[in-house]
């Protein structure tokens, strides 16, 4: 856990006052609407369709049992109990007052959390593996860059008022769990041949309207000049980058109308003045860094086998498939607590249960959790040993549901039932698939599969890179569903359409379909829904779908032509 | 001379300068001459009339500035920055950043040591971030508190950046 020193703690302190004020001036009628927004944004605050909603930082996803409980705590007294984890790994609040957000704010300030730059046209909160500084692929422990990145974009003053907000992704293993190829710098660790470490950068990914792979535009950037490479991408990006139309103000449209040559061109230009320069890191300032984060005193143990008569319970033996994690210390292993319970919208959890899982991870995870951009929790430090024990806590609290990697663990927007932007509802719609798919043997059988739900285009809900993607939208005024096979996280590929629109009705139904085609083209049970798609295409599934009558309508023509 | 509240070194002072418009001063008048420029005044000249009047404008016997646009590159006045007591960065809407970037480059990149001024909407907001990047003067955005503003400076008394 990183711990605040007295500047951190002074700066968060200071921006509460701040944003104090430009509410109080805001309602005194001193600040346009347009001008409260570009300030309240950046604060985390929006005004949303029934309320205003409060998105809080977790940085990095990294969060302690005190600031789970502050949590809790201001959910329960500001809001009406509950919040939902983001795949930023922010928590949303979805009910504040407009008037008591700067008193949140001072709240969240007394545990070292804030709300800045989780929204706005500025460097948001930047995103890592749930899995960091445990797991066994890692090249590097991700937090110390990560805070070093927030360090460096936390009111930047050069890039505060960007053309459009701007994502960072901190990848620091051998696989992927960032998906740092749809971000707008997409930072993947590696070690070279002299055991340097160093950074893979990638520019210019997104979802939203216009999906796009991000470009490496830096194969290996060694890690002193981190910083002043993104000073450089930054600098370029808000000089050039489009202002006249937002939805072409993302750095990806730069990148492609520039091209990725050009475009990487005038960022090695602008580097070649920052190189070596004041922003360049030395081993001192990343000790520093690596010292302020409190490290877990992990024990010697062995690797406790489970015993057996706890390996013969079904229940906890599909728990620890689905839900338990290597780790790099012998006798730990890490937790993702489901927040995918069918019924539950997903990512949200409950005043209670944030308690209650405080104290699990004071218990038996050195007092830490993560947040994944899966809209999950992790305990990342349990002794193997007290597995069963967790299990049967967690089980207690509706958190043991075991769907980690499989259909039923959704990633959805919060949708039409809260969000302004939304062209359809998200969460029913999840409800819906969730219970046609609660069959665990079913759903085990199906094996993995990421079905994402954005409400609309903006795709929050990362339809885009989901195995299986849904997006919602307008038609007439109606709620109609778009369905997309063949995204993918890491490695990235984006979804296709399989064809028209379907209504909320039967969206579980095409679902099923499409798990039906998979499983009666599959080679074997290792080849997953998305090895399908990519080795047939979408083809077979849309038949499934539609059945073949546009076959049928060439059949026909061609018996009229013979005529 | 403009009447909004100039702060100069988190000082509210009177302004000596006067922003010339390009129009007036490339039309050519009745008489079939182009107008003069006024000889002793301080004036802040946009970029596009620097480029065609340049030896006009240097010799006058008043201090020369120039105003400079969101999408202008410093990098194309550069040499000429020897020339100018001041340079203006014009910020026309709330939210458009360019000009923090500008601000960079003329201060690090070009060694720009004179007055550098914000133009534009300028609130107490904005004031904080841009004494980081090097502005040293504003011109607030009318209806703008000048006691307020000043104590904006103070919003942050810390900054991770170098």
Same mark, same amino acid.
């Given at each position: 856990?990183?711990?605040?020193?007295?500047?951190?703690?002074?700066?968060?302190?200071?921006?509460?006052?701040?944003?104090?004020?430009?509410?109080?001036?805001?309602?005194?009628?001193?600040?346009?609407?347009?001008?409260?927004?570009?300030?309240?944004?950046?604060?985390?605050?929006y005004i949303q369709r029934y309320a205003p909603m409060l998105r809080?930082?977790?940085?990095?996803?990294?969060?302690?049992?005190?600031?789970?409980?502050?949590?809790?705590?201001?959910?329960?007294?500001?809001?009406r109990?509950y919040g939902h984890f983001s795949t930023r790994q922010n928590l949303q609040l979805n009910w504040?007052?407009?008037?008591?957000?700067?008193? !949140?704010?001072?709240?969240?300030?007394?545990?070292?959390? @804030?709300?800045?730059?989780?929204s706005?046209?500025?460097?948001?909160?930047?995103?890592?593996?749930?899995?960091?500084?445990?797991?066994?692929?890692?090249?590097?422990?991700?937090?110390?860059?990560?805070?070093?990145?927030?360090?460096?974009?936390?009111?930047?003053?050069?890039?505060?008022?960007?053309?459009?907000?701007?994502?960072?992704?901190?990848?620091?293993?051998?696989?992927?769990?960032?998906a740092?190829?749809v971000?707008?710098?997409?930072?993947?660790?590696?070690?070279?041949?002299?055991?340097?470490?160093?950074?893979?950068?990638?520019?210019?990914?997104g979802l939203g309207r216009?999906p796009?792979?991000?470009?490496?535009?830096?194969?290996?950037?060694?890690?002193?000049?981190?910083?002043?490479?993104?000073?450089?991408?930054?600098?370029?990006?808000?000089?050039?980058?489009?202002?006249?139309?937002? @939805?072409?103000?993302?750095?990806? !449209?730069?990148?492609?109308?520039?091209?990725?040559?050009?475009?990487?061109?005038?960022?090695?230009?602008?580097?070649?003045?920052?190189?070596?320069?004041?922003?360049?890191?030395?081993?001192?300032?990343?000790?520093?860094?690596?010292?302020?984060?409190?490290?877990?005193?992990?024990?010697?143990?062995?690797?406790?086998?489970?015993?057996?008569?706890?390996?013969?319970?079904?229940?906890?033996?599909?728990?620890?498939?689905?839900?338990?994690?290597?780790?790099?210390?012998?006798?730990?292993?890490?937790?993702?607590?489901s927040l995918k319970k069918t019924g539950v919208p997903p990512g949200d959890v409950t005043?209670?249960?944030?308690?209650? !899982?405080?104290?699990?991870?004071?218990?038996?995870?050195?007092?830490?959790? +993560?947040v994944t951009h899966e809209q999950n929790?992790?305990?990342?430090?349990?002794?193997?040993?007290?597995?069963?024990?967790?299990?049967?806590?967690? +089980?207690?609290?509706?958190?043991?549901t075991?769907n980690i990697?499989l259909l039923t663990n959704i990633i959805s927007c919060p949708g039409g039932d809260f969000c302004a932007l939304a062209n359809a509802k998200s969460i029913p719609v999840a409800k819906a698939i969730q219970e046609r798919f609660d069959?665990?043997?079913?759903l085990?059988?199906?094996?993995?599969l990421d079905l994402n739900i954005s409400g609309c285009i903006n795709a929050c809900g990362h339809h885009h890179v989901g195995h299986i993607g849904i997006l919602g939208v307008d038609k007439n005024g109606e709620e109609w569903y778009q369905v997309e096979i063949g995204g993918?996280q890491?490695?990235?590929?984006l979804g296709k359409v399989i064809g028209p629109a379907f209504a909320r009705a039967d969206v579980p139904g095409v679902i099923e379909?499409l798990v039906?085609?998979?499983?009666?083209?599959?080679?074997?049970?290792?080849?997953?829904?998305?090895?399908?798609?990519?080795?047939?295409? !979408?083809?077979?599934?849309?038949?499934?779908v539609?059945?073949?009558? @546009?076959?049928?309508?060439?059949?026909?023509?061609?018996?009229?032509?013979?005529? | 001379?403009?009447?909004?509240?100039?702060?100069?070194?988190?000082?509210?002072?009177?302004?000596?300068?006067?922003?010339?418009?390009?129009?007036?001063?490339?039309?050519? #008048?009745?008489?079939?001459?182009?107008?003069?420029?006024?000889?002793?005044?301080?004036?802040?000249?946009?970029?596009? &009339?620097?480029? &065609?009047?340049?030896?006009?404008?240097?010799?006058?016997? #008043?201090?020369?500035?120039?105003?400079?646009?969101? /999408?202008?590159?410093?990098?194309?006045?550069?040499?000429? &920055? %020897?020339?100018?007591?001041?340079?203006?960065?014009?910020?026309?809407?709330? #939210?458009? /950043?360019? #000009?923090?970037?500008?601000?960079?480059? &003329?201060?690090?990149?070009?060694?720009?040591?004179?007055?550098?001024?914000?133009?534009?909407?300028?609130?107490?907001?904005?004031?904080?971030?841009? %004494?980081?990047? /090097?502005?040293?003067?504003?011109?607030?955005?009318? /209806? %703008?508190?000048?006691? %307020?503003?000043?104590?904006?400076?103070?919003?942050?008394?810390?900054?991770?950046?170098?």
């Amino acid at each position: 856990m990183y711990r605040y020193d007295e500047v951190d703690q002074r700066l968060v302190d200071e921006r509460v006052a701040q944003f104090r004020d430009q509410t109080r001036r805001f309602l005194a009628g001193q600040l346009s609407e347009d001008e409260f927004k570009a300030l309240r944004l950046r604060n985390g605050l929006y005004i949303q369709r029934y309320a205003p909603m409060l998105r809080i930082a977790i940085p990095y996803g990294l969060l302690s049992s005190e600031q789970l409980r502050k949590l809790a705590d201001v959910a329960r007294r500001y809001d009406r109990g509950y919040g939902h984890f983001s795949t930023r790994q922010n928590l949303q609040l979805n009910w504040p007052k407009l008037a008591e957000v700067p008193e !949140i704010l001072a709240e969240l300030a007394t545990v070292q959390l @804030h709300a800045i730059q989780t929204s706005g046209n500025c460097v948001r909160n930047v995103t890592t593996d749930h899995f960091a500084g445990v797991a066994p692929d890692e090249i590097v422990d991700s937090f110390v860059w990560c805070e070093l990145i927030r360090q460096w974009s936390t009111f930047n003053p050069e890039f505060s008022y960007l053309p459009r907000k701007f994502k960072i992704g901190v990848n620091g293993a051998l696989e992927d769990r960032v998906a740092t190829y749809v971000h707008d710098v997409g930072l993947h660790a590696l070690r070279n041949s002299e055991d340097e470490v160093g950074f893979k950068v990638i520019v210019g990914g997104g979802l939203g309207r216009t999906p796009m792979i991000g470009e490496v535009i830096r194969d290996f950037l060694p890690w002193p000049h981190l910083l002043t490479y993104l000073d450089a991408v930054l600098r370029t990006y808000n000089r050039f980058g489009r202002r006249d139309n937002i @939805h072409k103000a993302r750095i990806k !449209i730069l990148l492609k109308e520039r091209g990725v040559e050009r475009f990487r061109e005038e960022v090695e230009a602008e580097w070649a003045h920052l190189k070596d320069g004041p922003g360049t890191l030395s081993a001192a300032d990343v000790e520093k860094i690596e010292s302020r984060f409190t490290r877990p005193a992990y024990e010697k143990l062995g690797t406790d086998p489970i015993s057996f008569e706890m390996g013969s319970v079904p229940n906890f033996k599909a728990w620890k498939k689905r839900n338990v994690h290597g780790h790099k210390v012998p006798g730990y292993a890490a937790v993702t607590l489901s927040l995918k319970k069918t019924g539950v919208p997903p990512g949200d959890v409950t005043s209670e249960q944030m308690e209650a !899982i405080a104290d699990l991870a004071e218990r038996y995870s050195f007092g830490e959790l +993560r947040v994944t951009h899966e809209q999950n929790l992790v305990l990342a430090d349990v002794r193997t040993r007290e597995l069963p024990a967790l299990w049967r806590e967690v +089980r207690a609290l509706g958190l043991a549901t075991p769907n980690i990697g499989l259909l039923t663990n959704i990633i959805s927007c919060p949708g039409g039932d809260f969000c302004a932007l939304a062209n359809a509802k998200s969460i029913p719609v999840a409800k819906a698939i969730q219970e046609r798919f609660d069959e665990l043997d079913y759903l085990f059988d199906i094996g993995e599969l990421d079905l994402n739900i954005s409400g609309c285009i903006n795709a929050c809900g990362h339809h885009h890179v989901g195995h299986i993607g849904i997006l919602g939208v307008d038609k007439n005024g109606e709620e109609w569903y778009q369905v997309e096979i063949g995204g993918n996280q890491a490695p990235a590929s984006l979804g296709k359409v399989i064809g028209p629109a379907f209504a909320r009705a039967d969206v579980p139904g095409v679902i099923e379909k499409l798990v039906a085609c998979y499983l009666e083209r599959r080679d074997s049970e290792a080849e997953r829904f998305i090895d399908v798609v990519q080795r047939v295409g !979408i083809e077979p599934f849309k038949e499934y779908v539609y059945g073949n009558s @546009h076959k049928r309508t060439t059949r026909r023509q061609r018996q009229l032509a013979v005529a | 001379m403009s009447t909004a509240t100039l702060i100069r070194e988190r000082r509210v002072v009177n302004d000596s300068w006067q922003l010339l418009e390009s129009q007036p001063c490339l039309q050519v #008048g009745e008489d079939g001459l182009v107008p003069d420029f006024p000889d002793a005044a301080d004036l802040i000249v946009p970029r596009k &009339l620097w480029a &065609l009047r340049r030896d006009d404008l240097l010799a006058r016997r #008043g201090r020369l500035g120039l105003a400079l646009e969101p /999408g202008d590159d410093p990098a194309e006045v550069a040499t000429d &920055l %020897e020339h100018f007591a001041l340079v203006a960065v014009n910020f026309p809407k709330f #939210g458009d /950043g360019r #000009g923090y970037s500008t601000a960079r480059l &003329l201060r690090t990149r070009y060694g720009y040591k004179g007055e550098l001024r914000a133009l534009g909407q300028i609130t107490r907001d904005h004031l904080n971030f841009m %004494e980081s990047v /090097g502005f040293d003067a504003y011109e607030l955005r009318e /209806g %703008e508190d000048a006691e %307020e503003a000043l104590a904006s400076f103070g919003d942050f008394s810390e900054a991770y950046q170098v």
